[in-house]
């Protein structure tokens, strides 16, 4: 773990108390997205909708509960949520949570 990596890059990003979306999009990987996306197309739907959407990066959570796009636009991320929604999908705006581990 002492090796650099895309993992270390991106929690050493995270000591001055933002995320920096450089450091995550590299990171942001799922083993599973692949085969449920053959098994599911709606969920191989969402990332191209996230990317049409003008989203920053997109995955899957776990074994696919949920999709995620990632916006540093807030306009853009109500649309695709609004769009989302018009097509009968549950869809929620939300923004990061972020508090320092000695704060926690």
Known sequence: LT?????L???DSLSDGCVDGNALFPVLENDFQ??????YPSVAYMGSYFDA?????HSMS??????YGIFDDRNAAHQAQCGLEAKGYRSFLCRPVWRP???I
């Open 3 to 7: 090796a650099p990596s895309s993992y």
């Open 9 to 11: 890059r991106f929690v």
């Open 34 to 39: 692949s085969p449920v996306e053959r098994a």
């Open 101 to 103: 581990f000695d704060q």
């Open 62 to 67: 776990g074994s696919g509960s949920t999709v």
């Open 53 to 57: 959407a003008g989203a920053l990066a």
